[in-house]
């Protein structure tokens, strides 16, 4: 697997994992404010969360890698 593969494959797998954890944890707000938008999210730690999707992703490479090193 060459440099630019491995890159590929750990873009790919990130942004299918951020989509998976971006749902965790949301609740929208009882009371919604004048010019939001009715499903905004009231604090999404996106800090965490993409912490948690390099975090995985980063293993799923590894993953990837042993099974795809020629």
């Given at each position: ?6 890159l ?45 999707t ?17």
């Open positions: 697997m060459s440099f630019m593969t491995g590929l494959l750990y873009v790919v797998i990130w942004v299918v994992i951020l989509f998976m954890v971006l749902p965790w944890g949301v609740h929208v707000p009882e009371k919604i404010e004048k010019g939001h938008a009715s499903s905004a999210p009231e604090n999404p730690h996106m800090g965490i969360k993409l912490l948690v390099s975090l995985i992703s980063a293993l799923l490479w590894v993953v990837a890698y042993l099974v795809l090193r020629p």
